[in-house]
């Protein structure tokens, strides 16, 4: 049986590399690339699969070896990236995470509308990834899950 991962996707710049780091306690320098990347914890989506609509079949395909979805926003750059209802195409459970929330709170409520028109329900993380806030939160909360659903999710203390 192969291992179940934590599938992260979001659009370009929105942290999502620097997130997947955090969750295979990893803190070496950053690797951008075009290529989906498997990590101990996660698989990290390159965001031109989100960018370009044809290459969502690619996303439901990967998320067959997922448990759960983490599908990020910026809440510092406001773009709608994802079709309306998104999230629904998926068999696992998605999960909000709305990143840089330090910055722009002005645009909270924006990204929260986001989220309900691309299929999230809540909770939705409120996080940033630079000064750690919500990260322990959402981590307790991804193994909580993972218990519930039977993923695969590797801390060390």
């Not at 996707?9 to 989906?36: A, H, M, W």
Request: proline residues 4%; glycine residues 8%; hydrophobic residues 35%.
């Amino acid at each position: 049986m192969r291992k179940k991962r934590i599938m992260v996707i979001g659009p370009r710049g929105c942290g999502k590399t620097s997130l997947v780091n955090f969750l295979n306690e990893y803190d070496g320098p950053l690797r951008r690339t075009q290529d989906t990347i498997y990590g101990k914890n996660t698989i990290d989506v390159p965001s031109a699969y989100i960018e370009n609509a044809w290459m969502y079949k690619h996303m439901i395909a990967l998320s067959q070896d997922a448990w759960c979805m983490l599908l990020m926003l910026d809440q510092s750059r406001c773009a709608e990236v994802y079709s309306h209802g998104f999230a629904k195409a998926f068999q696992v459970p998605v999960i909000g995470v709305i990143n840089k929330s330090d910055l722009s709170p002005e645009n909270e409520e924006i990204c929260i509308r986001q989220m309900k028109t691309i299929g999230v329900d809540e909770p939705y993380f409120m996080v940033s990834v630079t000064d750690g806030t919500g990260m322990n939160e959402l981590k307790s909360y991804l193994l909580e899950l993972k218990e519930r659903y039977g993923g695969y999710y590797e801390v060390h203390n």
